[in-house]
């Protein structure tokens, strides 16, 4: 890898590879940063000799970066965020006046617990902020943190799931309740371990994995059980336990929210469940903004007010 030495370097090459490693077109980096479409072209090629690579190279009607490239992007914008954030005058932020739009991505649970009261709290204290919610999905958020497509994750789980080069700050633990069909034939008021793994299982998993906190349980007692359906999404899977003999294991919250409308009972599951966590999770370039300490505020205050905090 090609030695550089910081001293040698124009710091607007930085940001305009900073620009062009986002947008990934010449054209547009060169609208963003006011330069011509020739002017930026030779920018790139001055970053190419730079660095001794390409950075990006043309893959049909697209470009996409190197290597070498999709090293550099993360640590340079930290850094670039970094310095824009010593070198600026601090940030004044009042909710009541702004117009600023924030992105955040989750599931469906964190959506139907905290989004309602989060969007009243928005509407009472910072009317003009939109909000933007996304799908979580299963890979990494890192990078659309750090590309500032997103502001802020919320996710659930256990601890480790968030990446280390993220902030975290858990919001709630999770509750959890065992859920069957009102009538169903096999159960009776209560649910022993040897019911519980003769049934057949839903399982609810947004990252599209086929075994659950539940499974590694039963693993460390020599027990298994069956999952006989999988489902991204916690929303639906009341509704299939509701018109079949399967079991679900889930949310307190959710599980007692749908039991006012479906044929469904809640029972204590049979073994000690270690409680997932819902977290938020930021990238380091947004760590001392005071829009998004102000966010991340409100959705404390939403778990707080919920009673979720346990």
């Not at 062009?20 to 930026?40: C, H, I, K, N, P």
């Not at 659950?212 to 359906?229: P, S």
Request: glycine share 4%.
């Amino acid at each position: 890898m090609k030695h550089i030495d910081l001293k040698t370097v124009d710091m607007n090459l930085l940001v305009a590879l900073d620009v062009l490693l986002t947008l990934r077109s010449v054209s547009e980096a060169a609208r963003q940063v006011g330069l011509s479409q020739s002017a930026m072209s030779h920018t790139l090629g001055r970053l190419r000799e730079v660095f001794g690579d390409e950075l990006l190279v043309r893959a049909g009607r697209h470009m996409v970066p190197t290597e070498r490239a999709r090293e550099l992007a993360v640590p340079l914008k930290e850094a670039l965020g970094a310095l824009q954030a010593a070198i600026s005058a601090p940030e004044v932020f009042e909710p009541a006046r702004s117009r600023r739009r924030f992105a955040l991505a989750t599931n469906d649970y964190a959506q139907f617990v905290l989004l309602p009261p989060l969007i009243e709290l928005l509407e009472t204290q910072a009317p003009a902020v939109d909000l933007r919610v996304r799908e979580l999905g299963a890979a990494s958020p890192v990078e659309r943190l750090a590309s500032g497509e997103l502001d802020l994750v919320l996710t659930l789980g256990l601890p480790e799931h968030v990446p280390e080069t993220l902030y975290r700050r858990d919001l709630f633990q999770l509750d959890l309740v065992s859920v069957v069909r009102a009538d169903h034939p096999g159960v009776g008021e209560t649910l022993d371990l040897d019911t519980f793994c003769e049934l057949s299982h839903i399982l609810v998993s947004p990252r599209g994995d086929d075994e659950g906190v539940v499974d590694m349980t039963l693993a460390k007692i020599g027990r298994q059980r069956r999952v006989a359906v999988v489902v991204p999404h916690f929303m639906v899977a009341p509704h299939l336990v509701a018109t079949t003999d399967y079991v679900l294991t889930t949310s307190r919250c959710v599980a007692e929210s749908f039991a006012q409308f479906l044929p469904i009972r809640l029972l204590d599951p049979p073994l000690s469940l270690e409680r997932g966590t819902v977290s938020m999770a930021w990238h380091p370039r947004t760590h001392r903004s005071a829009a998004h300490k102000w966010l991340r505020r409100m959705l404390e205050e939403v778990a707080e007010d919920q009673g979720l905090k346990r």
